[in-house]
């Protein structure tokens, strides 16, 4: 199951990868490092452009995903699922690794959080995923996973 949620994000996330290397001001503005950039004032017709994310079936044809907001909404709700999931087995290790931990200062290690985040960004590049989500999802996943483990860590010691 973790496999085919993470095969699917990948799928996903090669599929957005490729369309934003079609539109090279978009991959400078939204996927690069340094994303800085005013909100348009321009108004455009929505919908707007053509659909982007496409999937293989079975049979080797391609379909489009996404005919309507409330299509998106639904895979995004699925995909949170999904990430929720995730979130609560790297939890169980979290909460798992505090066993190997004597001190309540060696739980939190900022060498150890650099490079995961460092990880997060190869692993985000070669995958595709926007450098500014990666960072972001996993600044905020380390800077809550900390915490939960000092809060077990203290648990375990009363």
């Known amino acids: ?8 994000f990948l799928t996903l ?19 690069g490092s340094n994303v800085i950039s005013a ?11 053509t659909p982007s994310v496409h999937f293989s079936s079975l049979n080797g044809t391609l379909t489009t995903c996404c005919n309507t907001l409330d299509e998106i909404r639904t895979a995004l ?10 979130l609560n ?8 690794a505090t066993r190997f931990k004597s001190t309540r200062a060696s739980v939190n290690v900022p060498s150890r959080n650099e490079a995961v985040l460092q990880q997060a960004e190869q692993q985000a590049v070669h995958i595709g995923v926007p450098l500014t989500i990666a960072r972001a999802a996993m600044g905020a996943i380390l800077n ?13 010691t009363e």
């Open 39 to 49: 909100p348009s004032a321009d108004h455009r017709p929505v919908p707007w452009g």
């Open 1 to 8: 199951m973790i496999f085919q949620v993470l095969l699917g």
């Open 13 to 31: 996330s090669t599929a957005i990868g490729s369309t934003a290397n079609a539109n090279a001001n978009a991959n400078a503005n939204c996927y």
């Open 89 to 96: 087995r790297r939890a169980a290790y979290v909460r798992e």
């Open 77 to 86: 709700d699925d995909i949170d699922d999904q990430i929720l999931q995730l």
């Open 144 to 156: 809550s996973s900390v915490p939960f483990e000092q809060c077990i860590f203290d648990a375990s």
